[in-house]
Nanobody
Framework: QVQLVESGGGLVQAGDSLRLSCAASERYAVGWFRQRPGREREFVAAITYSGANQRHANTVRGRFRISRDSAKAVYLHMNVLKPGDTVVYYC?????????????????WGQGTQVTVSS
């Protein structure tokens, strides 16, 4: 059982930056998703097990960046935040590096961390 714990969310102003962290109990490919009430989880970014490959959604490319350290932590660097980025962010672990933009590829999910961007 892989355990994932997100942290780093909070209340910021538009234009500010945040870094979300995902602490994993095992090293896997990891993705970040976000979900608005009543909506499906939306892909944000993903990184492979080795960290050599990353993918970002068009809606955040150029503002958000995913990275990982030499251990098991994965980060989502969020810059130039907008009120539309206000949502709960989840990290998830996947056993494969394929289809990392699809929520169904992930078998383990964290509890989420709230990001609120005020205008």
């Amino acid at each position: 059982q892989v355990q994932l714990v997100e942290s780093g969310g909070g209340l910021v102003q538009a234009g500010d930056s945040l870094r979300l962290s995902c602490a994993a109990s095992e090293r896997y490919a990891v993705g970040w998703f976000r979900q608005r009430p009543g909506r499906e989880r939306e892909f944000v970014a993903a990184i492979t097990y080795s960290g050599a490959n990353q993918r970002h959604a068009n809606t955040v490319r150029g503002r958000f960046r995913i990275s990982r350290d030499s251990a098991k932590a994965v980060y989502l660097h969020m810059n130039v935040l907008k009120p539309g980025d206000t949502v709960v962010y989840y990290c998830a672990a996947a056993p494969s590096k394929r289809n990392l933009d699809a929520a169904w590829s992930y078998g383990y999910w964290g509890q989420g961390t709230q990001v609120t961007v005020s205008s």
